[in-house]
């Protein structure tokens, strides 16, 4: 191969290469939002009201709510993407506000919780029965329909009587 052709290569690699780190850094300040507790209003739809673990996993049995722990990272390409998609929807953030808990764990600043969630992967998603104890988990990304699903069928605790595929069906 001709050094032109091989320096093209590097130049279209290093575009691309700054181009995606470019997109992860934009969305560093948001992720700043959802360490801080209490940082969006109770009564703003517009974003999820992110609690911190420490602060909230003794307090939620008293509550009566389902629990989502969200475990994400700023370097995390689908971590960005769930924000800027499926954590943008209004019928998710209704759902969320008026049915969960919602939490947020920066992996990178809480090694210690990931590897006791056995967290292999990012994003995962935890649910949890407001007695605390585990639902179930997904890793990965999931679109705004298919969440709003998940969430319909945790908060109706229709896991206790069918699977998540029966559970799509009557809906």
């Keep these: 191969m001709k050094k032109e052709n091989i320096l093209v290569i590097v130049i279209i690699c290093i575009t691309i290469i700054g181009f995606m780190v470019y997109n992860n850094v934009k969305p560093e300040k948001q992720t700043d939002l959802i360490q801080k507790k209490g ?7 517009s974003k999820i009201d992110w609690q911190g673990y420490e602060q909230v996993m003794d307090l939620i049995k008293n509550q009566n709510k ?3 722990l969200y475990f994400h990272a700023d370097w995390c390409t689908y971590c960005t993407k769930l924000k800027r998609t499926t954590f ?10 008026d049915n969960f808990i ?26 949890l029965k407001p007695d605390n104890s585990k639902i179930s988990n997904i890793p990965g ?14 908060h109706t605790t229709s896991y206790d009587k069918m699977s998540f595929q029966e559970f799509v069906k009557t809906i």
């Design 88 to 97: 943008q929807d209004a019928q998710v953030l209704k759902y969320l506000k």
């Design 66 to 68: 389902h629990v989502f």
């Design 39 to 45: 940082s969006v209003s109770a009564r703003d739809t």
């Design 141 to 154: 990304y999931v679109d705004a329909k298919q969440f709003l699903q998940i969430l319909k069928y945790i």
């Design 102 to 127: 919602s939490i947020a764990v920066d992996t990178d600043k809480n090694q210690g919780l990931a590897k006791q969630w056995r967290v292999k992967g990012l994003p995962t998603l935890w649910f």
